[in-house]
């Protein structure tokens, strides 16, 4: 590869670094061509599946200031998923995907900065997605409504039942 040509791969993956959510990275090493085209497939646009070369992608990690957290995950052939959108769906696919093809590794991720280990990459997936932790927050904000209305109307009843069991009262005594 011509010079340019890799100082131009460098600019192209520092800029994913910086602009992706994470960047999770994998050994591939024995996957055929059609199961990455199924792994990219399956991440869809939450994540880009790169195969990189490792002395360029160092390069890149360094200047997007990620070298020190993922300079050691850059042993044998390597390729990164650069997430885009749900880091929790990204992980999930890739933790399924990897279960069901033995040969995809994956060694380590940067989410937001923060280097992680495979362990917590699949704790990570073990999170639910954003979409269904805001539709459980929705609810039950939505069920403390209805119990802060059903609290409210009981009030009057309350007194009024109560108004009409002292004037019942009164007019049995009298």
Request: glycine fraction near 8%; charged fraction near 30%; aromatic fraction near 4%.
């Amino acid at each position: 590869m011509a010079r340019p040509d890799k100082a131009a791969a460098v600019a192209e993956l520092t800029e994913e670094f910086r602009d992706s959510q994470g960047a999770v990275l994998t050994e591939y090493r024995g996957l055929t061509v059609a199961q990455l085209r199924e792994l990219r497939r399956s991440l869809g646009q939450n994540a880009r599946f790169r195969v990189v070369k490792n002395t360029l992608t160092k390069i890149a990690a360094d200047e997007a200031g990620l070298g020190e957290q993922v300079g050691d995950l850059f042993e044998g052939p390597s390729a990164i998923a650069f997430v885009h959108g749900d880091v929790v769906e990204a992980a999930k696919g890739l933790r399924d995907f990897s279960k069901a093809n033995k040969p995809l590794v994956i060694k380590g991720a940067v989410i937001d900065g923060k280097a992680m280990s495979p362990d917590e990459i699949n704790r990570l997936a073990d999170l639910e997605s954003r979409e269904v932790i805001l539709a459980k927050l929705a609810g039950a904000l939505k069920a403390k409504q209805g119990q802060a209305a059903a609290v409210f109307q009981a009030l009057p009843s309350k007194t009024v039942r109560l108004a009409q069991a002292l004037h019942d009262k009164r007019t049995d005594e009298a």
